[in-house]
C-alpha cells in the first residue's frame, strides 16, 4: 500500500510540474565562483537600556524596535554613543538607532563612535518617530580614519530619535501589507518564519484565475539598513495597484511581492545580517537559512502548483548611489530584450530631472544572490534595483511611479508570454 501511495504521489508531483521549460519542483542547488559560507554563526545581541546622565537631565535608550545602541558617555557637553556590528566580518553599513529624552530644552554635541566600522548614513531626527528629517550635511563632522561622526543638535523638552535612516520596522511593514490586502487584487499569504519565528508574508497580487499567468517576483529588505530601498519597493507596489491599466495588467500577470525578507535584523537593529549571522543576500545556493528556505520554496512551489512561469525577480535594495545590477548572461531569458527597453523608458521618463541613469551587468555564477538565483533557478531576468542612501525621497517615489509605469506599459504590449 505504502509503494502504491508513493507512485501515486509521484504523478501528481510530475503533473505539477511547470510547464515552458520551467525548472523542477526540487530547488537548484548551485555552485559559484564565489562561494559563501551561509552556515549560521554567533551574533552579540546589544543590550537593551537606558543610560542615565542626571547631571543633564538627559537618558538615552535604544528601547524599540530596530534600535542600535551598544553603548553610551558623557564627556563635557558631548554625548558619546557607540555603535558596533551584530559580528564580523561585515558589509560597513554602520546602522544606528536611539533615542534621547531631555527634561529642557537644550543644545549638545553627539558623537558617533563606531567598531568594526566607518561613518556611512547621514544623521536624520525626529520628535515622533514618524517624520523625519536630515541634519545639515555640513554640520558634520568626520575624522580621519572615518570612524569616528560629530554634529550638534538642539534637543527640545521631550523625546527625539536619532537614526541613521527612518526607522521602519517589521510591524510598519506588516501594517502596509495589512492594508494593501485590503485592496482589490491583493491577498495576503504567509510565506513562512524566521529564525524567531517572525512572519515573512507575501502579498499576493492578480485578476481572476491565477493559473498558468506568467510571475513577477518582488523581495525587499534583506538588509537591515536598506531603508531607501524599502521606500522604492512602498512606492513601486503602490503605482502598480493605482495605475490606470492596473486591471488588465493583473489579468494577465501576477505579481508577487515579499517586502521583509528579513524582519530579525530589521528589529533588532542588525547592520546586514539575520538573528543567525548570516547575509540573506548570499545564501540561494544551499538555502541554509530559514528566511531563504521559505522563500525560495515557495516561490518555486506557487510556480509549481499553478503552472505558471516565472519571468522576472525584482530585488530592492540601497547602496551608495543609485543603479540598476543586471545579468550578463540572458540565454533563454523570456524577457531578455525588455531590459534595454525598461531601462531606456525609465531613462526619457526621468529626464526632466537630468537624471543620469546607471547599470552595472554581473556574471550570474558571481554570487549566490536573489538576482542571479532568478536566472539560474527559473531563466527568469533578475535585476536589482538599487536606490541610494541619500537619494532625495520626493525622487525615489517619481522613480518608481516611472520604473512602474514603463513596466507594466511594455509588458502589457508583448503577446509572447502567455
Known amino acids: 500500500m505504502a509503494a502504491r501511495f508513493s507512485f501515486i504521489g509521484l504523478i501528481i508531483l510530475l503533473w505539477a510540474l511547470p510547464a515552458c521549460g ?3 519542483y526540487e530547488i537548484n542547488r548551485l555552485e559559484y565562483g564565489n562561494a559563501v559560507n551561509t552556515e549560521s554563526r554567533t551574533i552579540e545581541l546589544q543590550s537593551k537600556r537606558r543610560y542615565d546622565f542626571a547631571q543633564r537631565e538627559i537618558s ?3 528601547l524599540f524596535e530596530g534600535a542600535r545602541l ?6 563635557g557637553n558631548v554625548l558619546k554613543v557607540f555603535i558596533s556590528p551584530e559580528n564580523i566580518p561585515i558589509n560597513g553599513s554602520s546602522w544606528y538607532a536611539f533615542r534621547i529624552t531631555s527634561r529642557r530644552k537644550q543644545s549638545i554635541t553627539i558623537e558617533l563612535n563606531y567598531r568594526h566600522g566607518n561613518h556611512r548614513y547621514q544623521p536624520k531626527w525626529s520628535v515622533d518617530g514618524e517624520t523625519w528629517s536630515p541634519v545639515d550635511r555640513s554640520k558634520i563632522k568626520i575624522n580621519s580614519t572615518g570612524d569616528k561622526a560629530s554634529f550638534a543638535v538642539t534637543l527640545p523638552a521631550g523625546k527625539i530619535w536619532i537614526a541613521a535612516q ?3 520596522d517589521s510591524k510598519k511593514v506588516y501594517d502596509w501589507c495589512s492594508a494593501l490586502s485590503r485592496l482589490k487584487y491583493v491577498k495576503e499569504h ?3 518564519r524566521s529564525a524567531l519565528e517572525k512572519d515573512i508574508t507575501c502579498l499576493d497580487i492578480s485578476a481572476g ?3 498558468g499567468k506568467p510571475i513577477i517576483v518582488i523581495l525587499g529588505r534583506q538588509h537591515p539598513p536598506e531603508v531607501t530601498g524599502h521606500l522604492a519597493l512602498q512606492a513601486f507596489v503602490e503605482r502598480m495597484l493605482s495605475h490606470e491599466r492596473s486591471s ?3 489579468k494577465r500577470y501576477r505579481v508577487l511581492v515579499i517586502p521583509m525578507v528579513n524582519p530579525d535584523g530589521v528589529d533588532l537593529g542588525h547592520w546586514r545580517h539575520n538573528a543567525q549571522g548570516i547575509d540573506l543576500n548570499r545564501d540561494y545556493a544551499e538555502y541554509q537559512q530559514p528566511e531563504i528556505k521559505a522563500l525560495t520554496e515557495f516561490v518555486v512551489k506557487t510556480a509549481a502548483s499553478d503552472k505558471a512561469k516565472i519571468i522576472m525577480g525584482l530585488d530592492f535594495h540601497s547602496t551608495y548611489e543609485d543603479v540598476y545590477y543586471t545579468n550578463q548572461e540572458t540565454e533563454g531569458v523570456a524577457l531578455a530584450g525588455l531590459e534595454a527597453e525598461w531601462l531606456n523608458a525609465i531613462r526619457a521618463g526621468l529626464a526632466a530631472h537630468n537624471y543620469q541613469l546607471k547599470q552595472e551587468k554581473h556574471s550570474v555564477t558571481s554570487n549566490p544572490s536573489a538576482q542571479h538565483w532568478f536566472y539560474r533557478q527559473f531563466k527568469a531576468l533578475g535585476i536589482t534595483y538599487e536606490i541610494g542612501d541619500n537619494t532625495e525621497r520626493d525622487f525615489i517615489k517619481e522613480k518608481a511611479r516611472v520604473s512602474a509605469d514603463a513596466l507594466m506599459e511594455l509588458l502589457l504590449k508583448r503577446e509572447d508570454l502567455q
Do not use: H, M, P
Not at 551598544?70 to 564627556?75: I, S, T, Y
Open 22 to 24: 520551467q525548472n523542477r
Open 60 to 62: 538615552v535608550d535604544n
Open 70 to 75: 551598544n553603548g553610551a558617555a558623557w564627556q
Open 166 to 168: 527612518e526607522v521602519i
Open 190 to 192: 504567509l510565506v513562512g
Open 209 to 211: 484565475n491565477s493559473k
Open 248 to 250: 488588465a495588467f493583473f
